[in-house]
Antibody, heavy 120, light 107 residues
Framework: EVQLVQSGAEVKKTGESLKISCKGS????????IGWVRQMPGKGLEWMGIIYPDDSNTRYSPSFQGQVTISADKSIRTAYLQWSSLKASDTAMYYC?????????????WGQGTLVTVSS | EIVLTQSPDTLSLSPGERATLSCRASQSISSSYLAWYQQKPGQAPRLLIYGASSRATGTPDRFSGSGSGTDFSLTISRLEPEDFAVYYC?????????FGQGTKVEI
């Protein structure tokens, strides 16, 4: 069974750094792109970027380029989303999800989400 | 960037009724790279439709997608109680990938 299991909820202060994780199981982790999607409170979905774990090839949405870093450690089947300096506006639910196949495919499997709360 | 506009924002219907949701793109979406997702409160989204009209594994056949170019729709032929949720369209043919703002289907 394909599963993406995300790290737990985080409460941070503005200016702090953070790295959240997404561990894949039940499939060949290195063979599928993994992406991150933001959902701000009460709002819709925003595509942030994707990574190919085998070679760490990464693509970002222009809205998130330079704001976050997506990485992966294929040895432990885990993808990451990190911030170097959090803002209050980063408060959101973050989902990882797997692309069906190539980069021109939708997300088929999703993690349960990681709630990030940033306050001053 | 391709902007996806969904309508209506909210659809108020009863179980057994037919629901038709619209997704309009600001530019033509290549090769019908359009997907629909369902999201229930407190849950992650779930892929329903890809390629504009292909049902994902496990999607009931009361869900159907259609359209091409800039106009797409999702139809739920007869609403079941578990279908009341928010539905998002997404284009994955152009960068950056984008989602519509969502349509809430409520009782």
């Amino acid at each position: 069974e394909v599963q993406l299991v995300q790290s737990g909820a985080e409460v941070k202060k503005t200016g702090e750094s953070l790295k959240i994780s997404c561990k894949g199981s039940g499939y060949s982790f290195i063979s599928y792109w993994i992406g991150w999607v933001r959902q701000m409170p009460g709002k819709g979905l925003e595509w942030m970027g994707i990574i190919y774990p085998d070679d760490s090839n990464t693509r970002y949405s222009p809205s998130f380029q330079g704001q976050v870093t997506i990485s992966a450690d294929k040895s432990i089947r885990t993808a990451y989303l990190q911030w170097s300096s959090l803002k209050a506006s980063d408060t959101a639910m973050y989902y990882c999800a797997r692309l069906v196949g190539t980069t021109v495919t939708p997300f088929d499997y999703w993690g349960q989400g990681t709630l990030v709360t940033v306050s001053s | 960037e391709i902007v996806l506009t969904q309508s209506p924002d909210t659809l108020s219907l009863s179980p057994g009724e037919r629901a038709t949701l619209s997704c309009r793109a600001s530019q033509s979406i290549s090769s019908s790279y359009l997907a629909w997702y369902q999201q229930k409160p407190g849950q992650a989204p779930r892929l329903l439709i890809y390629g504009a009209s292909s049902r994902a594994t496990g999607t009931p056949d009361r869900f159907s997608g259609s359209g091409s170019g800039t106009d797409f729709s999702l139809t739920i032929s007869r609403l079941e109680p578990e279908d009341f949720a928010v539905y998002y369209c997404q284009q994955y043919g152009s960068s950056p990938r984008t989602f519509g703002q969502g349509t809430k289907v409520e009782i």
